[in-house]
C-alpha cells in the first residue's frame, strides 16, 4: 500500500504535496498546457477580429486571403510556455518557504506549549510533595498518638490480607485452633 493512503482508503492530503516535490515537471506541463489552450482560443478571436477590421478598412466584402503573412505561433507559444513554466517555478518557490515557515512557526509553537506544560506540571507537583509533607509534619508534631495508632491499624490490616507463614502457624498454631 501506498504511503500516501490512509487506512479508510481515502488519500492523505499530504500526496499532492509530495508528488509536487518529487516531480514538479508534471505541474508545469499541465500548466503549460493550460496556457497554451486559453491562449490559443483568444488569438483566434484576435486573428478573426483582425479580419474583420481589415475588411471594413478596404471597405470591401470579399475575403481576406489566408496568405496573409503570420507570426510564428509556436515559437510564441514556446516563450509563453517558458514564461509560464518559470512563473510557476517561482510560485511553487515561494510556496514551498511559506509553509516551511509555518512549519517551523508550528513546530515551535508545539515546544514551546510542551515546555511550558511540563513546567507547570513540575511546579504543581513540587508545591503537592511540600503541602503534603508539611500536613504530614503537622500532624506527627501535633497527634503523635493518633499517628502510631494508624500505623498499627495499617499494619493489622496488611497483616490479615497477607496469608500466615510456616513460622506464624508453629508459634501460633494452638491458640488460633482454640479462638476458632
Not at 507547570?120 to 500532624?139: F, I, M, N
Amino acid at each position: 500500500m501506498s504511503k500516501y493512503v490512509n487506512t479508510t482508503g481515502l488519500r492523505n492530503p499530504d500526496w499532492l504535496w509530495a508528488t509536487l516535490k518529487k516531480n514538479p515537471e508534471g505541474l508545469l506541463f499541465l500548466a503549460a498546457g493550460c496556457a497554451l489552450l486559453l491562449r490559443r482560443g483568444r488569438s483566434i478571436e484576435r486573428i478573426e477580429q483582425a479580419r474583420s477590421d481589415a475588411q471594413e478598412y478596404l471597405g470591401h466584402r470579399e475575403s481576406i486571403s489566408d496568405d496573409i503573412p503570420r507570426q510564428n505561433p509556436v515559437g510564441e507559444w514556446a516563450k509563453e510556455a517558458s514564461r509560464i513554466a518559470e512563473n510557476a517555478r517561482d510560485r511553487a518557490a515561494s510556496l514551498s518557504q511559506k509553509m516551511s515557515e509555518t512549519a517551523a512557526d508550528y513546530a515551535g509553537a508545539a515546544s514551546e506549549y510542551a515546555r511550558d506544560t511540563r513546567e507547570k506540571v513540575v511546579d504543581q507537583s513540587r508545591r503537592l510533595a511540600e503541602k503534603g509533607q508539611r500536613t504530614v509534619h503537622s500532624v506527627m508534631q501535633e497527634q503523635p498518638l493518633a499517628v502510631a495508632l494508624f500505623g498499627l491499624v495499617a499494619g493489622a490490616a496488611v497483616a490479615a490480607a497477607l496469608p500466615t507463614t510456616i513460622p506464624e502457624r508453629r508459634v501460633l498454631g494452638p491458640a488460633i485452633q482454640s479462638h476458632a
